[in-house]
């Protein structure tokens, strides 16, 4: 559970940032009724097209559901074994976020009559390509992620004194239990990439784009990825590994190659917690 004070700046930055993507998308708005032959959001490799008013009604709900589902920490203790409370808090997300994948994706097929596959760019594969574009970028990733975090954090705490890991790294740095650590595994390298990536990089960006342009599209849906892990101290080192992210699948148009550069950074991390903790 959050503290307090990291629930009421992540509260706040939530409803901040809904209330400029709302007024942006009516800028965007008026800007095409002024200038109808701009076309922002049908360039690069990401297909926004398909997408329409529904989804961006869609979009809307999930972050309403998102904003009203944060809660504040529970001042009083919570019963159960810390080891045996985390791994059912870590079953309970692993599966809530496939059910939000295989929702969003029943949803795009059955109700919107869209084919994820082809929307997501997973019928023509180029593989040469994209095993270039993945090596590229995970290296790039690796360096100015963990440069961002480097500075973000060094800057944080100085002026946040109670500064904590996130929730997941501690618990998984503290557990002595192989089954918690296998299921953090599972859930960083396996459940994050392939349900993070489809619903952020997959339906928020593109339906984002379709409305606005790639630029604005990447940084709102980004913000919107770093904020869903409610952790201060790694807002802006995930804000930039999904702006990457963006930027890798807008040039391929595949969202294979942000869910496989979502699992190398994620497995990196963890093999990195798993050595410093030997240390």
């Given amino acids: 559970m959050v503290d307090v004070h990291t629930y009421g700046v992540l509260r706040d930055l939530s409803v901040y940032v809904s209330i400029a993507t709302v007024l942006s998308l009516v800028a965007y708005r008026m800007m095409r009724q002024l200038r109808p032959e701009i076309s922002w959001n049908q360039e690069g490799q990401v297909l926004s097209r398909p997408y329409g008013a529904p989804d961006l009604m869609v979009l809307a709900g999930l972050g309403l ?35 939000v994948c295989v929702a969003l994706l029943l949803y795009l097929f059955q109700v919107r009559g869209l084919n994820p596959a082809e929307l997501f760019g997973l019928q023509h594969l180029h ?20 440069l961002v975090s480097a500075l973000s954090v060094s800057w944080l705490e100085k002026v946040w004194t109670d500064l904590q890991p996130q929730e997941t790294v501690k618990a998984f740095q503290e557990s002595s239990g192989i089954g918690f650590k296998i299921l953090v595994i599972i859930a960083a390298v396996v459940i994050a990439p392939l349900a993070e990536e489809t619903l952020f990089r ?8 379709r409305y606005t342009d790639a630029p604005f599209a990447a940084l709102s849906s980004s913000l919107m990825f770093a904020i869903i892990h409610m952790h201060v101290g790694s807002l802006m080192p995930l804000w930039m590994l999904a702006v990457l992210l963006c930027l890798a699948y807008e040039i391929t148009g595949c969202l294979l190659v942000p869910m496989l550069l979502h699992a190398i ?8 917690m798993m050595v410093g903790a030997g240390d």
């Fill in 265 to 272: 950074f994620n497995g990196v991390s963890i093999v990195a």
């Fill in 202 to 209: 997959g339906f928020v960006y593109g339906v984002l784009k």
């Fill in 65 to 99: 559901f998102f904003i009203f589902a944060m809660q504040p920490p529970e001042t009083g203790s919570g019963g159960g074994s810390g080891e045996a409370a985390s791994d059912s808090s870590l079953i309970l997300s692993m599966a809530f976020n496939l059910i």
């Fill in 127 to 146: 593989w040469r390509l994209l095993g270039l574009v993945v090596v590229v970028f995970a290296v790039v990733i690796l360096i100015s992620v963990n």
